[in-house]
């Protein structure tokens, strides 16, 4: 248990000190880009891991709310425009600052449009990843070419032309056409339509028909073979488990699928069923560490696993596959609350310790979590956030430890069904997306009590619950609460015996013979303040 917590603190830490980039995604929503929906991806590419390059065209599937003579789209410019078409015919643009603006030649009518981007050239590459984003362009330890994609903080405009904003997803989902060496496969989100070989190549058509966020539309290529096993949901239906893994890691494959498979079954019992049962449960080995990518996560941990509840273990896996459900079902629509996909994910691998160690190590879990916490800025901090701004490692473990908060206070009857109430209800998955608010609404409404205060204090601001306990005559103790206005359930140990008691400003008179130990087990983040 002691090695798993070090293990996760560890990797929220160290994620946090160096996901700092140059390059970042979301923001405020440019008003070219805020008329447009994007509905589809398709993206053709040749990959050439000797030269490091790239080549093809991506066409965006768009309607416009209105008319207009401007079209804007994001992608990095290291790399090369040769041509735009909107709806077949070729059109000026100008590619700089990272936006290609295209200016027609004719206004562009509402409705439907198709944009074409013809391009290529070299790719940035990730120095450090996954804290950085960019190609990986490495070999396996046979020799093979071996090459990964890391995007969630500079988004998919890393290597191709979209709309690059957590507001919207393609609707109508994303077909890949990758073409990379006859000897490589090639990994990506959805099903596998087809391989067509020719002669010194092979193309890999990847296809999801669902709603996925742009940092998840990527693709990974290696001396793979395919360890699959058939997996039936908890609502009955069956989905092939796909792991990608490089041959020479072949035989290691089972076990990992075994344990793969318990994270599997564990998250389904909290979060509801696996959200993208009409394509995979896929996993693929990655040179860098890992990363949640929608049906495809990156796995690069090198089986190496922890203990929990005496077996086999691995934190990094459960906590990306986590993100299927919160991140990719249950995505924001500002980048200001990323505490959504990382705090409540997190809070998922906390349940996974509950689940097989129980309810003491669960406790213990927050305990230690607590202890690294920065509490500089507050997990949201606005509206319109990129996201190199919102990333900090509290919202991680704060957000987390909020979740555990909101357990103390709701119940447990009435809080996992809310849990699994949100991330299973259509108003906030899939194509609708979620924010704080949504978040504060659907918990108050489940409580039955105005939780926004409670969120105001620890998702909206650093401060801790201050619980003020002054000494009186006869040993008595008033114990009040100072900096929220709603009365909150706190367990007291008063003379050796633990109870319940609710607080507020006005506070209430405890009797003991020592002095009370306010919140034993740690439920919330507070100040004592004694005298």
């Known amino acids: 248990m002691k090695n798993f917590l070090a293990v996760v603190l560890s990797y929220i830490i160290s994620t946090c000190l160096l996901q700092a980039q140059t390059l970042t995604s979301g923001g405020k929503l440019k008003p070219e880009q805020a008329i447009m929906d994007v509905r589809h991806y398709t993206i053709s590419l040749a990959v050439d891991p000797v030269q490091k390059t790239i080549d093809g065209f991506t066409t965006i599937d768009v309607?416009?709310?209105?008319?207009?003579?401007?079209?804007?789209?994001?992608?990095?410019?290291?790399?090369?425009?040769?041509?735009?078409?909107?709806?077949?015919?070729?059109?000026?643009?100008?590619?700089?600052?990272?936006?290609?603006?295209?200016?027609?030649?004719?206004?562009?009518?509402?409705?439907?449009?198709?944009?074409?981007?013809?391009?290529?050239?070299?790719?940035?590459?990730?120095?450090?990843?996954?804290?950085?984003?960019?190609?990986?362009?490495?070999?396996?330890?046979?020799?093979?070419?071996?090459?990964?994609?890391t995007a969630e903080g500079t988004g998919g405009k890393l290597y191709f032309p979209c709309k690059d904003h957590p507001s919207d997803e393609p609707n109508e989902g994303v077909d890949m056409f990758i073409t990379v060496p006859k000897d490589l496969v090639v990994a990506g989100p959805g099903l596998l339509k087809g391989v067509t070989k020719q002669k010194e190549t092979a193309t890999f058509h990847w296809q999801t028909k669902y709603t996925i966020n742009n940092y998840s539309i990527l693709f990974n290529a290696g001396d793979y073979t395919v360890v699959t096993r058939p997996y039936t949901t908890v609502d009955g239906h069956q989905v092939p488990i796909q792991f990608y893994v490089l041959k020479e890691h072949a035989a290691k494959a089972e076990h990992h699928l075994d344990i793969f498979v318990k994270t599997i079954k564990e998250q389904e019992k909290y979060f509801g069923e696996y959200p993208w049962v009409k394509e995979k449960i896929g996993?693929?080995?990655?040179?860098?560490?890992?990363?949640?990518?929608?049906?495809?996560?990156?796995?690069?941990?090198?089986?190496?696993?922890?203990?929990?509840?005496?077996?086999?273990?691995?934190?990094?896996?459960?906590?990306?596959?986590g993100h299927e459900w919160w991140?990719?079902?249950?995505?924001?629509?500002?980048?200001?609350?990323?505490?959504?996909?990382?705090?409540?994910?997190?809070?998922?691998?906390?349940?996974?310790?509950?689940?097989?160690?129980?309810?003491?190590?669960?406790?213990?879990?927050?305990?230690?979590?607590?202890?690294?916490?920065?509490?500089?800025?507050?997990?949201?901090?606005?509206?319109?956030?990129?996201?190199?701004?919102?990333?900090?490692?509290?919202?991680?473990?704060?957000?987390?430890?909020?979740?555990?908060?909101l357990r103390y206070i709701m119940g447990d009857s009435t809080f996992f069904p809310t849990l699994k109430g949100?991330?299973?209800?259509?108003?906030y998955t899939y194509s609708n997306l979620a924010s704080t608010d949504d978040v504060i609404q659907y918990f108050s409404k489940a409580a039955g009590k105005d939780l926004k205060p409670l969120f105001d204090l620890y998702i909206y601001s650093i401060n801790k619950?201050?619980?003020?306990?002054?000494?009186?005559?006869?040993?008595?103790?008033?114990?009040?609460?100072?900096?929220?206005?709603?009365?909150?359930?706190?367990?007291?140990?008063?003379?050796?015996?633990?109870?319940?008691?609710?607080?507020?400003?006005?506070?209430?008179?405890?009797?003991?013979?020592?002095?009370?130990?306010?919140d034993p087990d740690t439920y919330y983040l507070k100040k004592l303040i004694i005298e």
């Open 465 to 518: 619950l201050e619980v003020h306990v002054k000494a009186q005559r006869g040993d008595k103790y008033q114990v009040q609460l100072l900096n929220i206005d709603m009365p909150l359930p706190v367990d007291i140990i008063a003379d050796g015996t633990t109870q319940r008691y609710t607080l507020d400003k006005k506070g209430i008179t405890i009797t003991s013979k020592t002095m009370p130990v306010i």
């Open 63 to 149: 309607i416009m709310a209105q008319p207009t003579k401007v079209l804007l789209f994001d992608l990095l410019d290291s790399l090369s425009i040769s041509k735009v078409l909107v709806n077949g015919k070729p059109e000026p643009f100008d590619y700089k600052n990272n936006l290609i603006t295209i200016n027609t030649a004719k206004e562009l009518p509402a409705g439907k449009a198709s944009v074409k981007v013809i391009y290529g050239g070299k790719p940035h590459v990730a120095r450090r990843p996954p804290w950085d984003d960019g190609f990986i362009w490495t070999r396996d330890s046979t020799g093979h070419q071996w090459m990964a994609i």
């Open 422 to 427: 949100f991330v299973t209800d259509p108003r």
């Open 327 to 405: 991140g990719n079902k249950v995505t924001a629509k500002d980048w200001a609350d990323y505490w959504i996909h990382e705090g409540i994910c997190t809070y998922g691998d906390a349940l996974y310790v509950r689940e097989f160690e129980g309810e003491k190590a669960y406790i213990k879990f927050f305990q230690n979590s607590a202890l690294s916490f920065g509490n500089k800025v507050p997990i949201v901090m606005g509206k319109d956030i990129d996201e190199e701004s919102a990333y900090n490692g509290d919202i991680y473990g704060k957000g987390a430890f909020f979740m555990h908060t």
């Open 283 to 321: 996993i693929v080995e990655t040179p860098h560490l890992g990363m949640e990518h929608q049906t495809m996560n990156a796995y690069g941990a090198k089986f190496k696993y922890t203990k929990v509840g005496g077996e086999d273990y691995d934190g990094l896996m459960h906590h990306e596959f």
